[in-house]
Nanobody, 126 residues
Framework: QVQLVESGGGLVQAGGSLRLSCAASGRTFINLVMGWFRQAPGKEREFVAAIKWNTGSTYSADAVKGRFTISRDNAKNTVYLQMNSLKPEDTAVYYC???????????????????WGQGTQVPVSS
């Protein structure tokens, strides 16, 4: 089992920045892919970014490329999502997830992930 706990959400103005954290614990996750998803009110959960824990390789959705950066700190067992130039349309609950699939970084569907955090809210005001 893997336990994931997100933090760092909160109200931010458009154009501002925020860094989300996802602390992982439990089984060995060196071979896992870690992902961030988001879900806006009335919409489906959508992929934001993913990172391979062992290599640091990353993949991001087109909607956030150039603005959001995913990274990890092995010593702290923590994955981050640095969000810059935030827009009102980025408003959502952001979820951290972990996948046992290790052969690909392009894991963009929710069904590819085995473990989920509880989510953290990010409202962006205009």
């Amino acid at each position: 089992q893997v336990q994931l706990v997100e933090s760092g959400g909160g109200l931010v103005q458009a154009g501002g920045s925020l860094r989300l954290s996802c602390a992982a614990s439990g089984r060995t996750f060196i071979n896992l892919v870690m992902g961030w998803f988001r879900q806006a009110p009335g919409k489906e959960r959508e992929f934001v970014a993913a990172i391979k824990w062992n290599t640091g390789s990353t993949y991001s959705a087109d909607a956030v490329k150039g603005r959001f950066t995913i990274s990890r700190d092995n010593a702290k067992n923590t994955v981050y999502l640095q969000m810059n130039s935030l827009k009102p349309e980025d408003t959502a609950v952001y979820y951290c997830a972990a996948s046992r699939i290790s052969y690909s970084i392009m894991l963009v569907t929710t069904t590819s992930y085995n473990y989920w955090g509880q989510g953290t809210q990010v409202p962006v005001s205009s």
